[in-house]
């Protein structure tokens, strides 16, 4: 019941425009072994590789609160790679066409949207963010029609596994009991081993979803990473990002930051992430309360608490991140205080997110917009005390800056900028961005202009689901 077998797809002339060698090299994928219109063929699912019996997996989800159908609408799964150094990857192809999935659309992606997943996926496994990556774009060779006739392209996408919170809602709406307790123990094998000692071994798998999404919005919020789309269908069971839609990163900072063109309430704000990642996960929970215990009220009872914990773990992650942030070793009373009163200058002084860290590791604070603010002047005083109240050396906590603070992100002008370059045939721009962005803790010269902001504008950025 979760997926469609899929047969070939043709295109009229599939091209690679976007190799990632790096990843194919540690997937344990030969690319020489193959000519390059070999590879564009297996890449747009014209030629299946040997062995490969290609499918659609069926989900469901909560799209903005609201539950529904839905599945691998223009994606297929070309099957699992061992690497090396025996993990285990699924390779996908998105945008490769219609499947039982579709609900009516077309199955096709175009080139902007492709380019865009790969070029912010790659730069989140870079700043250390769990991710599907990318390992391929190609073109079809086909217009497809979006805003007007544009590019059609396919992006080949890894992931530790195409599972998601979707797959259990999917389970438990339209399937059996024995069907949730097959995918629990399917995901229980595949990505939390276990043996007897643990128990409960579906409570440990709520307890270790819930925290490896605690350690990874921790991480978003650490980056100002924004995922635009917070769906159930778009919470991976695994704990890495996936599906980048309507995603952005910050650059004023402010919470209450929204760049999703359809996300009129706010419900998926920079600092509503968190919270929105516990209302996924009680979905989740929902689904396995018949296996975590007989009894109705001990099973909501165990569950509540695993999600409670949900909180201590993303505070603890952020904080540790945040004091790394700042160059501090040990754990004080004022930190807390300490790191929320930087934010909140830079929330009301409408000051960069990232370049403020950036100019606190050079301990340059001249380059903060906040700088000669009463109010800034005495929190930058406070942290230099804080600094020299530490065992380690001032080079040392500088040094631990220089390992916690990006020297850039993928800012979305300079997105834009790529992606514009290469609809127009120049991919000069987009691998120079992802050279660049392929190292953000190098903090060398070549990195500088990409550090930065976008000129003021009245006009809001905004992102599109549909990618």
């Not at 950036?358 to 600094?387: C, H, Q, V």
């Not at 000069?428 to 550090?451: C, G, I, T, W």
Request: overall charge negative.
């Amino acid at each position: 019941m979760f997926y469609s077998r899929i047969g070939h797809s043709a295109v009229p002339s599939p091209e690679l425009v976007v190799v990632n060698h790096s990843l194919a090299g540690s997937l344990g994928l030969n690319l020489e072994a193959l000519h390059a219109d070999e590879w564009a063929g297996m890449l747009s699912a014209a030629v299946f590789p040997e062995g490969a019996d290609p499918l659609a997996q069926a989900y469901a989800g909560h799209q903005f609160g609201h539950f529904t159908m839905l599945g691998d609408g223009r994606a297929l799964l070309l099957g699992e790679q061992i690497t090396p150094k025996g993990k285990r990857f699924d390779i996908q192809l998105k945008g490769s066409g219609r499947t039982p999935y579709s609900r009516g659309g077309d199955g096709k992606a175009v080139l902007g949207p492709m380019l865009r997943e790969y070029i912010i996926s790659e730069a989140m496994h870079a700043l250390g963010i769990p991710t599907t990556r990318s390992l391929a774009v190609v073109t079809t060779g086909e217009k497809v029609f979006r805003q007007g006739y544009e590019t059609g392209a396919i992006l080949t996408r890894t992931a530790s596994s195409h599972l998601r919170v979707g797959t259990f809602q999917y389970a438990a709406q339209w399937g059996s009991g024995e069907d949730v307790r097959i995918l629990a123990d399917y995901v229980l094998q595949r990505h939390f081993p276990v043996n007897d000692s643990v128990g409960n071994r579906y409570l440990f798998l709520l307890k270790e979803v819930v925290r490896r999404q605690a350690e990874l919005i921790a991480k978003w919020q650490l980056a100002g990473f924004i995922h635009g789309v917070m769906n159930t269908d778009n919470m991976s069971i695994c704990g890495e990002t996936i599906d980048y839609g309507p995603c952005a990163f910050l650059d004023t900072y402010d919470e209450a930051t929204v760049f999703s063109s359809i996300d009129n309430s706010g419900r998926y704000a920079f600092g509503n992430q968190p919270h929105m990642a516990v209302w996924n996960l009680a979905r989740f929970a929902e689904t396995l309360l018949p296996l975590i215990s007989d009894n109705e009220e001990k099973a909501v009872e165990a569950a509540q608490n695993v999600l409670e914990g949900f909180y201590l773990i993303y505070r603890e992650q952020w904080l540790a991140g945040m004091r790394a942030k700042l160059g501090l070793f040990n754990e004080e009373h004022g930190d807390a205080e300490l790191i929320q009163d930087l934010l909140s200058l830079m929330e009301t002084n409408k000051a960069d997110y990232t370049n403020t860290f950036l100019a606190l590791t050079f301990n340059r604070p001249d380059e903060i917009a906040m700088s000669g603010i009463s109010e800034f002047d005495a929190w930058y005083e406070n942290w230099r005390a804080r600094l020299s109240g530490q065992e380690e050396s001032e080079s040392s906590s500088f040094d631990l800056m220089k390992r916690s603070n990006p020297a850039l992100i993928p800012r979305n002008h300079r997105v834009e900028e790529a992606l514009k370059a290469a609809e127009k045939g120049d991919y000069n721009v987009m691998n120079r961005f992802l050279d660049a962005l392929s190292r953000p803790y190098k903090h060398s010269a070549e990195q500088e202009e990409y550090f930065k902001p976008p000129e003021p504008s009245n006009t809001p950025y905004r992102t599109f689901c549909g990618t």
